[in-house]
């Protein structure tokens, strides 16, 4: 599943916070409660590079996950250009 860091600024009391989410939704502040504050950017965490082990390597959250990313590594690599490479071919796949 695809899963997003969502950035936020609340309309009514001017703070800002980032949530986890499974798309780019609209969110309740957690300051003044206000309803409906739309994400002003949002990162696509869907599919990650983590070093381990001195080996690069590559999470992806499956289609299967709900409620948190549940990550399953795909891939090990040598180097994090290798493993950049990989995870750009498995961002293609899953938006297809």
Do not use: I
């Amino acid at each position: 599943m695809a899963w997003y860091l969502n950035s936020y600024h609340c309309y009514r009391c001017d703070q800002y916070w980032v949530e986890q989410w499974s798309c780019g939704c609209d969110s309740e502040c957690p300051y003044c409660e206000a309803r409906n504050v739309t994400a002003l950017d949002s990162h696509d965490l869907s599919v990650l590079v983590v070093e381990e082990d001195h080996r690069f390597v590559v999470l992806a959250s499956p289609p299967t996950a709900e409620h948190r990313p549940d990550y399953k590594p795909v891939g090990a690599f040598d180097t994090p250009t290798v493993a950049e490479a990989f995870a750009d071919e498995v961002r293609l796949r899953n938006s297809a």
